[in-house]
Structure formats: C-alpha cells, structure tokens
C-alpha cells in the first residue's frame, strides 16, 4: 500500500489526505500545531469566484469556477463520511457599487462571466433594495450571482478532520518542525519521532517558503494578514453574501454576520489591531447603515497564503520526484479545496490529471 505523508493540517492538507483516503493508500498528515488553527480556520467561507475575480477570464478564474461546481457533492460527503455538521449556504451574493461610473464595468464584468451559463444579472438600486430593504441607499446596483454559495469554514474543517479520522488518516499534531530526508523513500522527521512516505505533500500554506528553501526550490509564498470581525444582530440585517471593493458581509446561519477583511502585510502576526478593524466598521456603515449602531462581538486575523502572481503552487518537484507542492491559494484556499484535493489525488496516484496544472507548476519562479 502507498504511503503519503501531508505537512500541513490546513483545509488544503486535510482536503488532499480524505481524497486519498478513499482510495489504497496509507495516509498520515503532520500539523506543527493544530489542524485548521490557521488560515483555514479563520476564513470567511465565501465560494465566490466571480465576484473575487471580475477582470478578466484566465486558468486561474476556470480553476475557481471548476471548484464551486464541484462543491454540492464535496461538502455532501464530507457530512457523510464524518457525522459532522456545518453549514453550507447557496445564498448567492450581491456584488455592489457605489458610483454611477461603476456600472459599466459591472456591464463589461457580466459580459465575459455570463457566457459560463450561470444565471447571473444586474440589478438596479432599486432591486437591490427589494432584496436586502438594510442596504444603504448610497449603492447604486449590484450583479446578483445567484450561484455563489458560503460555508461556516470552522465548522467545516471540524468535519474534514473527522472525516480523515474516519478513513483512517493518522493525524499527529504539535510536532515543531519536519525535516524531510530523500532517499529510497522519504523519511520524515522530527527530535523525537520520524515517518517513511513514498510521496510527500507539501501543505503549509503561508510557511511553505521555508520548506521550499529547504528543497533549494524558491517558492515565492507571502503572509498577507486578514483581519475580520462578527457581528450578531438582534433581527436578520442581510440574507446574501454582500461584496463591494472595499469590504463583504457574510450572514451565517447562526445570525451572525461575517465582516471581512484587511490585507495588511505583518510577517506572522496574527493579532488584530484597531486600525484594521476600525477601517472594517468604517466602511461597514457603507454597505448596512444599521451596522453603526453595533459593536463586533468577535474579531480575529489569518495569513492568507500570497504567491508572487497571484496563482497557487500545485504540483511535483522535478528535482525531487517524491516531494509534491500545494499551497499559496492566498484569497481562496477554502473555495479552491474541492478542486485541489482531486487533482493533487489524481497526480499523486498517477491518473490522469483532470484540469491542467502547468500555470500553477511550483518551479515557475525557480
Ligand atoms: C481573514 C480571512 C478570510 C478569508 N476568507 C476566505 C473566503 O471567504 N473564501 C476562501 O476561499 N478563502 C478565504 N480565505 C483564504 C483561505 O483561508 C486560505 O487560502 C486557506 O485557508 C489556505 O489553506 P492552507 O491549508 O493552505 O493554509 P493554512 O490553513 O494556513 O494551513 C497551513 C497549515 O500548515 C501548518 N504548518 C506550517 N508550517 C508547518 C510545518 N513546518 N510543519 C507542519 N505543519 C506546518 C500550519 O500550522 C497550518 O495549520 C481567507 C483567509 C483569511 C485570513
């Protein structure tokens, strides 16, 4: 039976593992700390690809797109196969404007999106208010991609975890650092403990640099910090995901409303400042004007893996054969989990590979 090992207990490592759970293979997955305690767990869960990628249709928008589609049946089994629930939300979202002037690129955004079949369409002020009467009156129109869902991301890798655990994936965490030795196969180790592997996955999200460094392979991947807020409103304030340029709101299904996001550059810190989240409620007043009224009850930050052009790192090293490279999915690492679990399984079984990874390869910057 193949072994692989996983470095990395985020959605992206926990996503690989259940895959090639399913199949003959041995799978462990090894977390520095805790599974899902980082990015993954902090996110905001919109799976939104046309409202995060509006400029142009590129490998990275199909990749995307590819992904949404495939998550009805994703997240369905992985409610099955773990016992877990979480919630899973097509509310569709209203990608908002704020000037006249706006308009017509959302006319020129629409024009290239909609040939993907998906029913999507402007609305005027006037329909935005119909659906969502708490919206301030200052926006102008909106695109509503009905298709755009949302997941309770924590919730969610709770469930990936059981999930493994179900298949039987060994998952260690609070390890400390790997070092990764090549031979025959590939040992994996730390001071107190050590793994063979057959093939290795690289999953560390916005750490990977330094496992790349490790290899000798420059891996271009950047922490960009996300500071984000809740808020839990006595009467539901907005019922689809709300997107405008600045800022988005989230409804969960718990009442809460999810306000994200900053992108400030702080190395590793993980900690909210002030000003990150004052510009969040600043701008919150813009979109829900209610929303001024309220104080978040809850606010935290993430790393967002960053690469240096925007696309992930996914696939093998050429130098070293058994040593497979996923991350740097940056703004949407849950969304892009479904897709990236099946094509990294496939590759790694050696299948073939269903959607074509060179534009993402790992030693694009090497
Ligand atoms: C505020 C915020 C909002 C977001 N909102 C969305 C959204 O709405 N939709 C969306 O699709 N995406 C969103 N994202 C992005 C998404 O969260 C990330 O792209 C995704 O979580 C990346 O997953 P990952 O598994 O690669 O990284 P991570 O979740 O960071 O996991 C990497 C794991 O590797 C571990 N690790 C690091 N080094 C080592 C080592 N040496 N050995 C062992 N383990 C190691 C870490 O401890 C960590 O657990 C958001 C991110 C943030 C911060």
């Not at 992108?263 to 400042?273: H, K, L, Q, S, W």
């Amino acid at each position: 039976m193949q072994k692989v090992v996983i470095v990395g207990g985020g959605i992206i490592g926990l996503s690989i593992a259940l895959r090639l759970a399913t199949r003959d293979v041995q799978v462990t997955i090894l977390e520095k700390n805790k599974c899902g305690g980082q990015a993954s767990g902090a996110a905001a869960g919109m799976l939104a690809p046309f409202s995060e990628i509006g400029e142009d249709q590129d490998v990275f928008f199909d990749f995307s797109l590819a992904s949404l589609r495939m998550y009805p049946e994703w997240q369905a089994f992985v409610r099955e196969t773990s016992g877990v629930e979480f919630e899973f939300s097509s509310s569709g979202t209203l990608h908002c404007v704020y000037h006249e002037a706006d308009l017509l690129p959302l006319s020129s955004r629409i024009s290239w999106q909609s040939e993907y079949n998906e029913d999507m369409r402007i609305l005027s002020q006037e329909q935005v208010l119909e659906r969502e009467p708490h919206l301030s009156k200052d926006i102008k129109g909106a695109i509503y991609y009905p298709n755009e869902a949302h997941i309770y991301a924590p919730d969610f890798v709770k469930a990936l975890i059981a999930a493994c655990r179900n298949l039987n994936v060994e998952i260690y965490e609070q390890i400390g650092e790997v070092e990764i030795v090549e031979g025959s196969t590939v040992r994996l180790k730390t001071d107190t403990m050590e793994w063979e592997a057959d093939q290795v996955v690289i999953a560390t999200g916005a750490w990977a640099m330094k496992q790349g460094e490790a290899l000798g392979l420059q891996l271009p991947v950047y922490p960009i910090r996300g500071q984000i807020c809740a808020y839990l409103p006595e009467k539901p304030l907005v019922s689809h995901i709300i997107y405008t340029s600045q800022g988005y709101l989230v409804p969960k299904a718990n009442g809460t409303i999810v306000n994200g996001a900053s992108e400030d550059i702080a190395g590793f810190e993980t900690t909210v400042t002030a000003k990150g989240i004052d510009r969040l409620k600043r701008w919150n007043k813009k979109m829900v004007p209610a929303l001024e009224e309220i104080t978040p009850f809850h606010e935290w930050a993430g790393l967002r893996p960053a690469t240096q052009d925007g696309f992930p790192f996914i696939g093998r090293l050429t130098n070293h054969p058994s040593v497979y490279i996923a991350c740097g999915h940056y703004r949407n690492g849950i969304l892009l989990s479904a897709i990236t679990a099946k094509v990294v399984a496939e590759d790694l079984l050696g299948e073939v590979v269903s959607f074509p990874l060179q534009a993402f390869h790992p030693e694009r910057f090497s």
